[in-house]
């Protein structure tokens, strides 16, 4: 277990954590939230010793071992394979090695090559790799999506389930998050409250919280207000004197709660323009290569709608961004032919073309110069929606970060009429609840999209047919991606989960904890299910109750019989209580319910061979 006791960290005058207190304990898999620049990351480094902590202290247990990513790249050994191995015996490792290397997008080819030949992404996932191998106790994982492919983030959410130490994930992928883990841990106005379950149950514990302390905020308020009349009205009066006195006492004894800032969150909504045709854009035979004998794209042929949502996946390096730039029209074909039919207005966000910004110009201007009629007000109004309010809009954009260069290309598309959204992870540098509202945006969005992403939930949500990068060149799929995954799925996936060396006696064991989970199952949801309905119906058989009080009520007041119409209403208003009161306790226990289903799910998957 590892204990953070009265922890505070500071930079300068911000503030990021204020006296936590939580413990991490064994087995938990724990999902760490919050907006970006709240601390999730240092909180990491401070976990692992590369940051220090200003008062209070983090226990770790002697021979505790933790395996934290680093995104330090720095590689000793002449292949793949031997630099996740390190100094461990090959022999006995290499297995264990090849099926976490294969789990994360290598190749068996690949597991001789030199670490130096492999782009940054796949580097990154080297050191994961290596991670993953040394088997430690705590698995501190930051951003794995933004690494990671569809395909390789499925698999890693298939191992960390079967994982048997503990494990705290930062993502912004929900989803991906919410299927891996126990425990929230949300970091929340400096403060860090631990809960058990999923992201919505830590979200909708805050907003009660946050209603019942302003609810309790404005009722003192108002005794404060009350109390003051009372003093100014009577202090001067010598028979009240001495109770004016006692309200000034117990006035200044009042604590006065501050009104909680509002914490300002992305805001989308993508401006449409119309367009009276049913055809967007016409892609003939297309074919491309950054080398004539190597081609990424062949012969592929599409017609994408005026309220198509195509969703583009595979694995990295296939050449998903490539097929972008080619629609986009940054790049030009081989051969084939892409049609844009008169009316498309197109917005393309893709995380590297934040080169194109003019740097001179501050983010006013640089929104502004999409649209000559846009007035300023809307170009403040849009800076304020990418959190540039105020004088941030009046900064220049060579003194942006990366991440606040990503919002200005996004301030951009929101600031000008389009029909056809071309986006390339667009979810990179968003927390979660950025993605939520860049969710809703587009589903909002009356007109068509073509997304590369590896988030889920976005494309669960959004992807009516795919174009799919697997084999030697993409092709089209008619479906949604749930349909995709029953249908079809992806085949490197079924390759990785045919490799295994269980044994006969650990499939035994597994066969049997499995089947105690099953009947544990059984016997909880049976309880359940007998205090729900008996829970109906008794909320029928009042509501039936209710039903023939009020006729009766209607009755009585045409025959003129007060008295006996006060008694009825009285049991009214007596039965809408009860009624409200049966219903809170279905909605509790259809949530615990829910959240049983889903811990024991999770808990017959790392069972399951």
């Known amino acids: 277990m590892i204990s953070f ?43 692992v010793g590369e940051e220090s902590v200003d008062t209070g202290t983090i226990s770790i247990p002697k021979n505790y071992r933790i395996g934290y990513l680093s995104q330090r790249i720095e590689f000793t050994k002449k292949t793949v394979v031997e630099e996740v191995i390190g100094e461990e015996d090959i022999d006995t490792s290499r297995y264990k090695a090849e099926k976490i290397l294969i789990g994360l997008g290598f190749s068996m080819e690949d597991m001789d090559k030199s670490p130096d030949s492999f782009s940054g992404g796949y580097q990154v996932r080297l050191n994961l790799a290596k991670v993953l191998l040394e088997e430690p106790n705590l698995l501190l994982l930051d951003e794995p999506s933004n690494y990671l492919d569809l395909i390789s983030l499925r698999w890693l959410k298939s191992f960390l389930l079967k994982w048997h130490g503990e494990v705290m994930l930062i993502t912004h992928d929900k989803l991906f998050l919410d299927d891996i883990i126990t425990h929230t841990v949300g970091i929340h106005r400096n403060k860090i409250r631990k809960i058990a379950g999923k992201t919505d149950n830590f979200y909708e514990q805050i907003i009660m919280s946050e209603e019942i302390y302003e609810k309790t905020r404005v009722n ?72 004539s004998d190597e081609l990424l794209i062949k012969d592929l042929s599409l017609i994408v709608g005026s309220e198509d949502r195509i969703g583009i996946i595979g694995k990295n390096g296939k050449g998903k961004s490539t097929l972008l730039k080619l629609l986009a029209g940054v790049l030009k074909p081989i051969s084939g032919e892409i049609t844009y039919y008169n009316g498309m207005e197109m917005g393309y966000y893709e995380q590297t073309n934040v080169s194109t910004l003019d740097e001179s110009r501050t983010v006013e201007e640089e929104i502004a110069s999409v649209s000559e009629t846009i007035t300023r007000t809307e170009v403040r109004g849009i800076a304020a929606s990418m959190l540039f309010t105020q004088d941030q809009a009046l900064k220049k954009v060579n003194v942006l970060s990366g991440g606040e260069k990503s919002r200005v290309m996004l301030g951009k598309i929101l600031a000008k009429p389009i029909n056809l959204i071309i986006f390339d992870e667009p ?111 008794s909320i029928n058989s009042a509501e039936e109750r209710l039903t023939l009080l009020n006729a009766d009520i209607i009755s009585l007041s045409e025959s003129g019989n007060g008295a006996k119409t006060v008694d009825i209403s009285k049991e009214v208003v007596t039965l809408k209580v009860t009624i409200e009161e049966l219903f809170s306790s279905l909605e509790k226990l259809d949530k615990e319910k829910t959240q049983f289903v889903e811990e024991i799910n999770a808990e017959m998957l790392k069972y399951k061979s």
Do not use: C, W
Not at 7 to 22: C, E, M
Not at 38 to 47: A, E, Q, R, V, W
Not at 509 to 515: H, P
């Open 5 to 47: 006791d009265n922890l505070s960290k500071s930079y300068g005058s911000r503030l990021l954590f204020d006296n936590i207190v939580f413990n991490i304990n064994p087995r938990e898999r724990i999902g760490l939230i919050g907006r970006n620049g709240h601390g999730k990351s240092t909180l990491f480094k401070m976990i």
């Open 220 to 291: 003192e308020e108002q005794k404060r207000k009350d109390i003051e009349k009372f003093i100014i009205r009577f202090k001067s009066k010598a028979s009240m004197a001495s109770r004016a006195q006692s309200r000034v006492k117990s006035l200044a004894k009042m604590d006065q709660k501050d009104k909680l800032d509002k914490i300002r969150d992305l805001e989308f909504s993508f401006k449409h323009k119309p367009f009276t045709g049913k055809q967007l854009m016409r892609v003939d035979n297309l074919s491309f290569g950054y080398k």
């Open 427 to 537: 979810t990179n540098h968003l927390d979660m609840q950025a993605v939520d509202g860049l969710i809703d945006a587009l589903d909002s969005f009356e007109g068509a999209m073509i997304i590369v992403t590896h988030n889920e939930m976005l494309l669960k949500a959004i992807a009516n047919r795919l174009i799919v990068f697997e084999g030697d060149h993409p092709f089209l799929f008619e479906g949604n991606y749930d349909y995709f995954l029953d249908k079809v799925g992806f085949k490197d996936e079924v390759t990785v989960a045919k490799k295994s060396n269980i044994s006969k006696e650990d499939k035994k064991e597994m066969k049997r904890i499995r089947a105690e989970l099953i009947t544990k199952k059984g016997s909880v949801m049976k309880k359940y299910d007998t205090e729900m309905k008996e829970l109906e119906e």
